[in-house]
């Protein structure tokens, strides 16, 4: 399978991950009465993090950051079009977002160190 149809399924991958993520996420908030926003946030934002950097078929660091800017841009709109009266006066859970998808970042970061340090020791 050639590294363009790769990336294309990758790509089909994290936004069918990040749909599905979200909504259950969203229906589970709901049913125990938290606050839906943050936490369908925070769990997007790692999902699609971690789904980009492992169905990466190539440069698995690089498409994971990639994914991360991405959401970040879409967790922007989203959060504006989507206010709920709860969330009018504070900008938490755009940033509870933000924090999840940089420390998801982190972990794959430091995961594909000890990736690189085990190919190396071999």
Request: charged letters at 10%; glycine letters at 6%.
């Amino acid at each position: 399978m050639s590294l363009i149809l790769r990336f294309f399924l990758s790509i089909l991958i994290v936004v069918g991950v990040f749909l599905v993520s979200a909504t259950v996420v969203g229906v589970i908030a709901d049913f125990f009465g938290l606050w839906k926003k943050p936490i369908i946030g925070a769990v997007a934002a790692a999902c699609v993090v971690f789904t980009g950097y492992f169905t990466a078929p190539k440069y698995k660091l690089i498409s994971a950051t990639v994914w991360l800017m991405l959401g970040a841009v879409a967790a922007w709109i989203l959060s504006n079009v989507f206010m709920y009266a709860e969330d009018a006066a504070t900008q938490a859970p755009l940033l509870i977002t933000y924090a999840s998808g940089v420390f998801s970042l982190m972990i794959c970061r430091t995961w594909h160190k000890k990736q690189e340090q085990q190919v190396l020791t071999k």
